[in-house]
Structures are given as C-alpha cells and as structure tokens.
C-alpha cells in the first residue's frame, strides 16, 4: 500500500459521503474477513472462538499496511489457531511469559486474487451500510419537515424516487397526488413522513398527500399564520381534488378567511398551485359543534342541526334545492366535512328552508353561546310580531 491508496480511499469517502476514518475501518475489516476465508473460517466460526485472531492497520499518513494474527502464550496449546506454546514462544521473545500476547506478522502476498475479490465484495457491504447510517442520522430529526427534492426516478410499480440531496426517499403511490405526473429532474417539495432503520438501513417515506404539506405551505404564503394571529384548526384533504381547512385569528381585528386567501386571491391560488391545482376551502372554525358544522358544509346552505356528541353524529336539515350542493359530487363535499368536522353527518331533507329559518337557526345556536347582542334577539322578536299580525 502507498500514501497514493489512501488518497485514493479519502476521495472515495468524500463521494460516497462517508468520513474517512469511516472507509478505512470499513477497508481494514474488509481485508480482516477476506483473510479469515482464504484460512476457511466463516464469520460464525469467528464469533464461536474458531479461527485466528487477526489485526489489521492501515496507516492514514504514510499508507503502510500492517496485517497481524495475534497469539497468546500458554503452557499447553488447545487452540493452535490462537495460541502458542511458551516452548516456541521463547524462540521469538526469550523474555516472553505465560498470559502475553504475539504478534505474527502475515506476509500480504498470501491474499489470493479470491481473497482481494472478497475484501471488496465486504468494503462495499461496510461503505453501504455507513452511507445508511449517515442517511438516518442526517435525516432523522427532518422527520415532520418539508423539504425540496428532485425526481430520480419511477418504477414500474408507479413508485417515485425523490433525490434529497443527502439520501434518496421512496414517495409510494398512496402518498402521490393522483392528478400529477412525476418525471426525473422536476423539483418538488415533499413531506418528509416517517424515518425508518431497518435490516437493509435507513428507509425514508415522503408524501406530498399528506395534510402537513398544506398546512406548510398555508404558513409560507399566510404570514398571519407564520405569526401566529391566524391559527389553522383542522384540515381535510382529498389529495389533488379538494380540501377543506378550518381556521380561526387570535386578533379580532384580523378576518382569518380573508388573510389565508389573500388579494384577488393570491395566497390561496399559490398553495393552489403548488398542490396541482387543488381547490382549497377556507371556513371559519367554532367552538360550537353545530355551527362548525353549518360552516363546513358550506356553499351549502343548510338548517336545523341536532348532534349526538357521545356517538358523535350529526344530523342536519336541508332542502331539496341544497341536498345535492350539501353531499357535492360523489359525497365529497359531505365527507370533507365529516372528516374536518369529526362528525358522520346525516342529512334529512325539507321542502324549504326560508332565509329567516336559516338565519333564526344561526342566531339560536350562537345563542347557546351567549353569542347574540340584544339588538339581534329584539330584531327577530319584531319579525315574528310583524308576521303575527
């Protein structure tokens, strides 16, 4: 080996983003294994005592390899492969004693071309399992984050592989927006979901499926959301088609509706965008269950709401006119909102809901909450005298 070699090993750790420490003890274990099977030890017979016990040291500075078998010296030798007599012993060291251990030097020429191949068929093994580790350490506390990545890659199976930079993550069909299409080179940004160690070493999973993605780019394009005036309650998401996040501010003076959409709609149109045009609702988040309903449901305008918070169900009142807007195509209005909502929602259909129902229901439920003025209450009252008469 020469002072070329291990330059040669650094350049290597640094493209394989591994330390060179790293490489050189995975290059010293590899030539420590290689030896052991050109002897016809298997690593088992290794962790069961059989076998020689073998040193190996490279050099980092001058490049010198140095492979030793280690003996220690006993009186009667019942393993030959790792002790030594103290009879032979006194023939090398004449101050040698029982208990110490030699040092044989083992001549490099004795590696046989099988046994080269070997080392390298181990380096390779120990460089990447090193890379799997140094991905699990980097990425680990990312678990939760946004990052942006580049295609790689799809498989046949409609698997995409995004290139991290520092690792490669696996986005499975189930966390894919079924609307997009992935090709290698595009960037994107992808939800990080779950970090994993397993046999074959650090697994990544991302999403861009997942209801934190939204949540990450509602805060990068709302500041009031960033600050902390807008706060985002409960989001549900049918990737690539429609969502339905519920959101409330801190600060009175503050519509959370208007500050998450934005002029002309521009804040929303950019999450929008960035999500493959998926519609995103914006609705107001209640403390009362039946107007959060009401809300969720929306555009549809519904009435009567009577819930069962122990079974959490819902059922809700609405006309003929707004069943259909209430349930939405395929029912995806109406499961958004269950899902937002918490609630299996049931609808039971009217022949009308007046303006003044709708409106009586809203101010009875915020009523509940001590919510409503007097000069509302007064409002209605001389509504129903007026109809009276």
């Known amino acids: 080996m020469n002072r070329e070699f291990v330059e040669a090993l650094t350049q290597v750790a640094v493209e394989r983003g591994v330390t060179a420490d790293e490489l050189i003890a995975a290059f010293e274990y590899a030539l420590r294994q290689a030896y052991l099977r050109q002897r016809g030890y298997k690593q088992k017979d290794v962790e069961e005592g059989l076998g020689p016990v073998v040193e190996v040291n490279l050099d980092p500075q001058s490049g010198e390899l140095e492979v030793l078998e280690i003996r220690t010296v006993v009186e009667k030798v019942e393993n030959p492969d790792r002790e030594i007599s103290l009879a032979d012993a006194l023939t090398y060291d004449p101050d040698v004693q029982v208990g110490e251990e030699m040092e044989f030097p083992v001549d ?5 071309r099988i046994a080269v191949l070997a080392a390298k068929q181990v380096l390779t093994q120990r460089l990447k399992e ?3 580790n140094r991905v699990h ?17 799809v498989d046949n199976r409609g698997s995409v592989y995004v290139d991290l930079g520092r690792g490669e993550a696996l986005m499975p069909l189930k966390e894919q927006i079924p609307t997009e299409r992935y090709h290698p080179g595009n960037r994107i940004k992808v939800y990080l979901k779950q970090v994993q160690r397993g046999s074959k070493g650090a697994s990544l999973i991302v999403s861009r499926a997942s209801e934190e993605l939204l949540r990450y780019l509602l805060r990068q394009e709302v500041p009031e959301i960033a600050e902390g005036i807008v706060e985002v309650k409960a ?7 429609r969502s339905k996040v519920a959101v409330m501010s801190h600060n009175p003076n503050v519509d959370p509706i208007g500050a998450c959409i934005g002029h002309k709609g521009q804040r929303i149109q950019a999450v929008s965008s960035e999500l493959g045009r998926e519609r995103v609702d914006i609705i ?28 959490k169900r819902a059922r809700v009142v609405v006309s003929k006119d707004q069943h259909s807007l209430a349930i939405g195509k395929a029912g995806q209005n109406v499961r958004l909102a269950s899902k937002l909502t918490g609630f299996e929602i049931d609808f039971e259909e009217a022949e009308e809901i007046t303006d003044l129902d709708a409106a009586m229901l809203r101010a009875s439920e915020k009523e509940e909450k001590e919510r409503v003025s007097p000069k509302v209450k007064n409002r209605f009252e001389s509504l129903f005298t007026d109809s009276d008469e």
Request: aromatic residues 6%; proline residues 5%.
């Open 235 to 241: 989001i549900a998401r049918e990737p690539g088609s």
């Open 284 to 311: 107001q988040w209640s403390p009362n269950v039946r107007e959060f309903i009401r809300n969720a449901l929306s555009p549809a305008q519904v009435g009567n709401i009577e819930v069962d918070l122990e079974g």
């Open 108 to 112: 490099r020429e004795e590696f046989t």
């Open 130 to 132: 090193a890379e799997r």
């Open 137 to 153: 350490s980097e990425y680990k506390d990312k678990e939760g984050e946004v990052i942006t990545g580049t295609v790689a890659r």
